[in-house]
Every structure is written in structure tokens, then in C-alpha cells.
């Protein structure tokens, strides 16, 4: 799935948050409709889902389901801190295990004509670094959650979210920036 189709449902719920007057329960519905679409359109297309995607599902089904039933946005609200620190406790599990940086493989999946050769210490600075973004992530939601209004962390949740995710993203591509330079140098 392509960025865009990582950045359609917060743009659906947004929309359909902004278009109905901040309704959080017809933006709820949407997001689950969409997200079940991006599911069901994998499935057939590839034969598989991502587990990125599968994981945000079903906890968008689990969360987003008590937020219409009880009428509350405090569990979809919850989801995105939780899906986080699940997200980077993936990643710090995963390097716990001893296993191959996992970074490495979506980077793989992302760039399917080659990564440049790096060091496995600059795949596990990164993993790190990532593990610390999604926890920050899920950290900085609950602040939003509690301490302003709906439509604050409805606006943080598309924008804030997405600025944090760039500037880590940011950072990462200068970080390995730094190796890709030594490779090609000790290669010449």
C-alpha cells in the first residue's frame, strides 16, 4: 500500500469529522468502512494483508466498535496510543529476540530495487529511534486526550501525528545518510 493509502483514512475522518459538524461518531463509521476496504482490497489484490495494516484494523474494529456502541471517542482516542506502543514494542521485542532488524525488511518491502548496504548497528540505532518515535507517539496523544478539546485532537491526530512521523523520518534519512556516504566511499 502506497503512502497515500496510509494517509486516506485520517483524510476520511477528518473530512467527514469537519463536514458534519465534528460529529465523532459518523467519522468513527467512516474510518472503519475505509479501513475495512484497504483490507479487503489487499486481501484480493496480493493475496495477503500487511501486518501493519492488519494490526491497525483490528484494533480500529475493537476501538472504533465501543466508541459507537458506548458513544464515547475515549476508545478510538486510546487507539492511537496504543497501536503505537504496540508498534514499538514490536521493534524493541524484536531486537530483544536477537532477530534480523525488522526495519530492514519494510525498508526492503518500501524499496524493492535494493537498500544501500548498512551496518546492522545503523539498522538497530534505528530501530531504536523509531521504537522511541511511536512511544513519543503514544505519549504525546494522551496528552492531547485529556488536556484539550475534540476537535484539538482530531487536528493534532491528522496533523501533529503526520509532522512527528516526517520529522522522525527526517532524522532517520539523515542518520543513514551518514552510512550510505561510507559505504559508496569504502567501495570506490
Not at 467512516?30 to 479501513?35: D, F, G, L, S
Not at 456502541?69 to 496510543?81: C, E, I, T, Y
Not at 536477537?98 to 546492522?120: C, N, Q, T, V, W
Amino acid at each position: 500500500m502506497g503512502q497515500f493509502g496510509y494517509l486516506l483514512p485520517a483524510l476520511v475522518f477528518f473530512g467527514v469529522f469537519f463536514s458534519t459538524g465534528k460529529d465523532f461518531l459518523k467519522a468513527t463509521a467512516a474510518i472503519m468502512v475505509v479501513v475495512t476496504l484497504q483490507v479487503i482490497y489487499e486481501k484480493f489484490k496480493r493475496g495477503s494483508v500487511e501486518k501493519k495494516l492488519f494490526l491497525t484494523w483490528v484494533a480500529l474494529v475493537v476501538f472504533g466498535s465501543a466508541t459507537l456502541l458506548f458513544r464515547d471517542p475515549a476508545f478510538l482516542q486510546w487507539k492511537v496510543s496504543i497501536i503505537n506502543w504496540l508498534f514499538a514494542s514490536i521493534l524493541i521485542g524484536n531486537q530483544l529476540l536477537k532477530r534480523p532488524p525488522i526495519l530492514k525488511s519494510f525498508m526492503k518491502m518500501a524499496s524493492p530495487e535494493g537498500l544501500p548496504r548498512i551496518s546492522d548497528k545503523a539498522w538497530l540505532d534505528m530501530t531504536y529511534l523509531w521504537a522511541f518515535a511511536f512511544f513519543a507517539i503514544g505519549v504525546v496523544n494522551l496528552y492531547f486526550m485529556f488536556y484539550t478539546s475534540l476537535t484539538t485532537w482530531v487536528n493534532f491526530k491528522l496533523f501533529g501525528v503526520l509532522g512527528m512521523m516526517f520529522i522522525f523520518a527526517l532524522l532517520n534519512a539523515i542518520y543513514l545518510s551518514r552510512f550510505v556516504t561510507k559505504e559508496a566511499g569504502k567501495s570506490s
